[in-house]
């Protein structure tokens, strides 16, 4: 007879929720070879560039994911302390002259000869997991506990700032607390973390002048348009010129050196510019169903 487990791994694909990934996969490698073409020929002589990067990834992505759904999740938990102790090593080494990569002022990144590999992302997983399987083994979510895995917690966005990067900290932190929270933190627990935590996020915010800029420059961009509100108003002249059909696949204008980030960090506005309202409503509506499922 089969074991649960074994009944588990052969149970048949959510569909519906492969299908939104699939689709937000398939849309993604589009508009990613539409964004970036420009600078892919200015920069490296192939329109493809980024493309062909972004394919192996989704490819590679698939197969990861087709060996995860015929796996019991039972058995990542083996992978959870030495996964995540394994993480803060990683985090360690990014800060390493000569091992980590220093970008735009950033030391974020392992080379790995033609691939770098990010630690940061690698934590939203490893502590996802360490927390899953801490708590899934708490009788109570005792004080104690919740201080323990904030121990945890802490360990990892403190060395997630040193590289700085305060972005993944909030994610993760956010992450983090929704599941303590899930597992049966008090409301009370939580607003008092909450109100503790505000402070900090806006003094890390002010402790440095890029980052002051920036969350400035995010509250009213047209305070200095040619400096830094310059991405967030062309991201937003994208978002709007697009109306509600978009100006076509491959026609975008903000593309051509105008929008900075155009096919990483502000990709969704190309995405708004070409397909317009409506297709990036179905790219919003799209997530929303993976979130539901």
Same mark, same amino acid.
């Given at each position: 007879?089969?074991?649960?487990?074994?009944?588990?791994?052969?149970?048949?694909?959510?569909?519906?929720?492969?299908?939104?990934?699939?689709?937000?996969?398939?849309?993604?490698?589009?508009?990613?070879?539409?964004?970036? #073409?420009?600078?892919?020929?200015?920069?490296?002589?192939?329109?493809?560039?980024?493309?062909?990067?972004?394919?192996?990834?989704?490819?590679?992505?698939?197969?990861?994911?087709?060996?995860?759904?015929?796996?019991?999740?039972?058995?990542?938990?083996?992978?959870?302390?030495?996964?995540? =102790?394994?993480?803060?090593?990683?985090?360690? %080494?990014?800060?390493?002259?000569?091992?980590?990569?220093?970008? !735009?002022?950033?030391?974020?990144?392992?080379?790995?000869?033609?691939?770098?590999?990010?630690?940061?992302?690698?934590?939203?997983?490893?502590?996802?997991?360490?927390?899953?399987?801490?708590?899934?083994?708490?009788?109570?979510?005792?004080?104690?506990?919740?201080?323990?895995?904030?121990?945890?917690?802490?360990?990892?966005?403190?060395?997630?700032?040193?590289?700085?990067?305060?972005?993944?900290?909030?994610?993760?932190?956010?992450?983090?607390?929704? %599941?303590?929270?899930?597992?049966? %933190?008090?409301?009370?627990?939580?607003?008092?973390?909450?109100?503790?935590?505000?402070?900090?996020?806006?003094?890390?915010?002010? #402790?440095?002048?890029?980052?002051?800029?920036?969350?400035?420059?995010?509250? !009213?961009?047209?305070?200095?348009?040619?400096?830094?509100?310059?991405?967030?108003?062309?991201?937003?002249?994208?978002? =709007?010129?697009? =109306?509600?059909?978009?100006?076509?696949?491959?026609? #975008?204008?903000?593309?051509?050196?105008?929008?900075?980030?155009?096919?990483?960090?502000?990709?969704?506005?190309?995405?708004?510019?070409?397909?317009?309202?409506?297709?990036?409503?179905?790219?919003?509506?799209?997530?929303?169903?993976?979130?539901?499922?």
């Amino acid at each position: 007879m089969r074991t649960a487990a074994a009944r588990d791994r052969l149970k048949p694909i959510d569909l519906p929720l492969f299908l939104a990934v699939l689709t937000l996969m398939g849309i993604g490698l589009v508009m990613v070879l539409s964004a970036s #073409s420009v600078e892919a020929l200015a920069v490296f002589k192939n329109p493809y560039y980024f493309f062909e990067r972004q394919s192996i990834w989704a490819v590679l992505g698939l197969i990861g994911l087709f060996f995860a759904s015929r796996l019991d999740y039972h058995r990542w938990r083996i992978l959870a302390l030495p996964g995540f =102790g394994a993480t803060l090593i990683l985090l360690t %080494m990014v800060l390493v002259p000569g091992i980590g990569r220093n970008v !735009n002022g950033a030391r974020r990144w392992i080379g790995l000869g033609p691939l770098t590999l990010q630690p940061s992302e690698v934590l939203k997983f490893a502590l996802i997991l360490l927390f899953a399987y801490t708590l899934s083994r708490s009788r109570s979510l005792s004080p104690r506990t919740i201080l323990v895995h904030l121990g945890f917690l802490g360990v990892s966005l403190g060395l997630v700032m040193l590289q700085p990067d305060l972005g993944t900290s909030i994610a993760v932190g956010v992450t983090a607390v929704a %599941m303590l929270y899930a597992a049966g %933190m008090r409301p009370l627990h939580l607003v008092l973390l909450g109100a503790a935590s505000i402070p900090v996020v806006f003094a890390l915010i002010f #402790s440095e002048p890029y980052r002051k800029t920036r969350f400035l420059a995010f509250l !009213n961009p047209w305070k200095d348009p040619l400096g830094s509100g310059h991405q967030i108003i062309q991201g937003l002249y994208a978002l =709007g010129s697009g =109306g509600l059909l978009g100006v076509g696949l491959g026609e #975008s204008r903000l593309k051509y050196f105008y929008l900075p980030e155009q096919h990483t960090d502000f990709i969704f506005s190309i995405i708004a510019e070409e397909t317009g309202f409506l297709g990036a409503s179905v790219v919003i509506m799209l997530f929303l169903l993976s979130f539901k499922k």
